[in-house]
């Protein structure tokens, strides 16, 4: 339903007297009832009839890689500090020697995951060095020994099964092992950052799947790189560090009790993905950049200064253990697993910059039909390779299919060049004289990395354009099949390899024109293209800009880069959106972007909220608490005054009080804290929740008796006081920006008398979205699924 069709609404005055069904969960005896209640309240006539009702679909009725549908399983994270009694007494009891010692804590914890993601960013990199080094000198002496018997085949089966074996065990891992761990695992850290709780995405088995999974994917050869999962694992080593305790190893160390909460570990996860990107591409500034760019909606000057020093000492000490490793300790020449290479020598003349443009243009065309085709290739995933050996199949076979294409191109095309020109690792003879080597062997004889890095400084006339047009398009759809595998690897490597191979030909292409232009550096057009490639997948452009700047070290080539990176994302995001945002809505994440839809300011509270709300009273009967969790999925309830009955018999909503979580209600029933039996007050603090933080048990897990049902609870003390709420009147913008800006969970709709007549969560917002197709716009609005 398009959004806009709502114009002709007037804005309600809703009074009190005019909602007459307030739900009572006492008289539901199932969900279905409960959703029984909320549809015969819709055609009640005294409702507003612009009162929405969610819509929940089964599963069966959705079909597979559908884009405009929301998942009900996401639940959300809560960025809003709950300020009740316990919290407030803590900071009386704890005065200023406890907040310096959080803040201490914190920098700490900052420097901590500095230092940890860069160790197994080192880790991971030394591996993969020393691996491909045996693999790749392998195959080189092969081919060479048995190209002259004609026993082709020899290398060949050789090949494959360097890259299948490796392969073969990222996939068994990441499959039968942690499957969140596949891919890059950016679009989860942005969903995290974003506010979205997805299901085991920064747990420490999560981490040791990564880094084994991508040490196996870049060995195996497949179009992948390490770059992403460098940002999921800088995202979990700071989950785990700032809670100071193991919930997998069951482990609680006693330390950062104070960080156990959303908000705090939110900050942390911010800086772990900074010093994740920071010691992916030695770029500390452009690891900041990231940070704000795909993730963080709250953000404030400390976070600020604690991200960019946890990005510095991940890129320090990075650079100091791959000094140590490579021989040359106190050189300090290794700030990124990314090193492209200095571009000291580069510069560009004024009549580049609209080449330059274009260059952007088709980056963001090419990058839009990249997109498409890995999400055509997800889709058929999602309907077809469901079972978890079918995915290992398919990871080995992309392995295989790598190995092939690469032997394939080596034997066809007769590539070759004199020695000496290209600081080639193994120089593969293969059918070239003697003195010469194939320059496509060395291309495919190396981690895709070291590739990038030789097409961006080889020297002019080292790639012929036939071998670079057929590496370009095998390795684009060689790239778009590998994403999404169920192994653990990234994309930023691939694109930027198959942007810098186009890149070479804009150049040769160039050179053919103004065969005398000496500025036509093939290595900056494949920079260029690069840049542009990456933009056009993407779309990130400020980060990208710094992480590119920093990359090679050349600031002069800010405005080009920025000029490439707007235009590929201006025309990308004409065609499609970004490839993180299309698997976001391809897995029905309730993600908010920065910015509300346009034009839907004539969409009200009214209109959008959930309606009638569960709510509870601020002292409330055990049973009823046990029956609600136990019959709604809701996570949060506001608190109100019992409802009055005047004497017409119009019920009024209850006034609000405060907003109570499910999670919250669970340790209260859990820890048995009855009015009529608990009298401990004194053993009741913020740490009975930073305890059980953040795996709550669920109410099926506790047991409470028929007794105790009869009882009651204060939630007064544990409830949030006083919880963002707005007016029914409030814009859908006005509510988007407050739930985004402040990370909020739940947005209590209040009437003229501050009761109650709704509720707002993260799923209301994000179901109405901005629709783009080729250049036409508008606003729809997603269905939910109950899955
Ligand atoms: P989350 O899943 O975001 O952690 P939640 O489980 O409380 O929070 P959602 O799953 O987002 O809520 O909500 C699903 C639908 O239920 C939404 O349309 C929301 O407005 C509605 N809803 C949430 N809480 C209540 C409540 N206490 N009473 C009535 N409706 C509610």
């Known amino acids: 339903m398009n959004a806009g069709s709502s114009s002709s609404y007037e804005q309600p005055t809703v009074k009190a007297t005019k909602f007459r069904n307030v739900l009572s969960i006492n008289n539901a005896d199932s969900v279905d009832d409960i959703h029984a209640i909320i549809v015969n309240d819709s055609d009640d006539s005294n409702l507003l009839s612009s009162v929405r009702r969610r819509v929940q679909i089964s599963s069966e009725k959705i079909t597979t890689g559908s884009l405009n549908v929301l998942s009900a399983k996401y639940e959300s994270l809560d960025y809003d500090t709950c300020e009740n ?19 201490i804590s914190r920098w700490l914890v900052f420097l901590l995951i500095g230092m940890c993601t860069a160790l197994i960013a080192c880790l991971i990199d030394i591996s993969i060095e020393e691996l491909s080094v045996i693999k790749y000198a392998s195959l080189s002496k092969n081919v060479d020994k048995y190209v002259t018997q004609g026993k082709l085949h020899v290398p060949y089966a050789l090949w ?30 942005k969903c995290y950052l974003n506010g979205v709780k997805i299901p085991r995405v920064v747990r420490i088995k999560t981490l040791i799947v990564k880094s084994l999974g991508v040490i196996c994917s870049v060995v195996g050869g497949l179009a992948g790189g390490k770059e992403g999962p460098m940002i999921h694992s800088g995202a979990v080593v700071a ?44 770029a500390p500034v452009g690891g900041v950049l990231f940070s704000l760019e795909e993730g963080t909606s709250f953000w404030n000057q400390g976070l600020t200064w604690r991200i960019f020093f946890a990005s510095v000492v991940s890129t320090f000490t990075l650079n ?45 065309l090419f990058g839009a039909l990249w997109n498409h085709v890995n999400f055509k290739i997800t889709v058929f995933r999602m309907r077809y390779i469901t079972s978890r050996w079918l995915k290992v199949m398919e990871a080995c076979m992309v392995a295989g299919v790598s190995a092939t294409v690469g032997f394939l191109m080596m034997f066809s095309i007769n590539d070759c060049k004199p020695f000496g020109q290209d600081p080639t690792r193994y120089p593969t003879q293969l059918y070239c004289e003697d003195g010469q080597y194939n320059v496509l062997a060395s291309i495919w004889f190396q981690t ?14 080292t790639h012929n354009a036939l071998s670079l047009a057929c590496f370009v398009l095998i390795y684009f759809f060689l790239a778009a099949w590998t994403f999404g595998l169920a192994t653990s690897n990234g994309l930023f490597i691939p694109t930027l390899l198959t942007g810098a191979a186009w890149g070479r030909l804009v150049s040769i292409g160039i050179f053919y024109v103004f065969p005398n232009s000496s500025i036509v550096h093939p290595g900056k057009y ?27 070290g050349n600031i002069t080539f800010a405005l080009p880069l920025i000029v490439t990176l707007i235009a590929a994302k201006w025309t990308g995001d004409f065609f499609n959106e970004g490839i993180y945002d299309t698997l976001i809505q391809l897995w029905g994440i309730p993600f908010l972007h920065w910015e509300p839809p346009p034009l839907v300011h004539n969409i009200y509270a009214s209109e959008v909220m959930s309606h009638p709300v ?13 029956e609600l969790l136990k019959l709604s999925t809701y996570n949060g309830f506001p608190v109100v005054d019992p409802p009055l009955t005047d004497q017409s018999e119009v019920t009024t909503y209850g ?14 029933l859990k820890r048995k804290i009855f009015n009529e039996t608990s009298d401990d007050w004194d053993n009741i603090d913020v740490s009975i929740f930073r305890n059980e933080y953040p795996r709550y048990p669920t109410i099926e897990d506790l047991s409470i008796s028929d007794d105790e049902k009869t009882y009651s609870v204060d939630l007064r003390p544990f409830m949030n006081p006083s919880p963002y709420t707005v007016l029914h009147s409030a814009s859908l913008p006005r509510m988007f920006r407050l739930f985004r800006g402040l990370g909020l969970r739940h947005l209590p709709i209040v009437n003229d008398s501050n009761e109650v007549i709704g509720m707002v969560t993260r799923k209301d917002l994000a179901r109405y979205r901005v629709w783009r197709h080729r250049g036409r716009m508008g606003v729809e609005e997603l269905l939910i699924s109950k899955e």
Do not use: W
Not at 331 to 356: A, C, H, M, Q
Not at 655 to 668: A, D, E, H, M, N
């Open 85 to 103: 009694h316990l919290l407030l007494d803590e900071e009386r009891k704890k005065g200023y020697k406890y907040i310096i010692r959080k803040s």
């Open 160 to 189: 494959v099964l360097y890259n299948v074996v490796p392969v073969l065990i990222g996939a068994l891992l990441v499959a039968y092992g942690e499957p969140i761990a596949s891919g890059s695992g950016i679009p989860q850290v």
């Open 239 to 282: 989950a785990g560090i700032s809670q100071g305790k193991s919930s997998t190893f069951g482990k609680d160390f006693g330390v950062f009790e104070f960080f156990r909460e959303d908000h705090e570990k939110r900050d942390f996860v911010s800086g772990g993905a900074a010093a994740g990107v920071s010691a992916a591409f030695g």
């Open 320 to 364: 100091a253990v791959l000094s140590a490793y490579h021989g040359v300790p106190g050189d300090l020449n290794y700030p990124g697993l990314l090193n492209l290479g200095k571009f000291d020598n580069f510069g560009y003349e004024f009549f580049e910059l609209p080449i330059f443009l274009i260059m952007g243009a088709l980056g963001g």
């Open 448 to 461: 895709p990395e070291e590739s990038v890095r030789s097409l961006f400084h080889d020297p002019p006339n």
């Open 526 to 552: 494949a920079l260029i293209g690069a840049a542009a490639q990456l933009g056009g997948v993407v779309r990130m452009t400020i980060s990208l800009t710094v992480i590119i700047m920093e990359t090679t």
């Open 614 to 626: 569960v709510t509870l009273k601020c002292v409330e009967n055990v049973g009823h608490i046990v």
């Open 655 to 668: 006034r609000i009080r405060g907003l109570i979580l499910r999670s919250q209600l669970i340790v209260i």
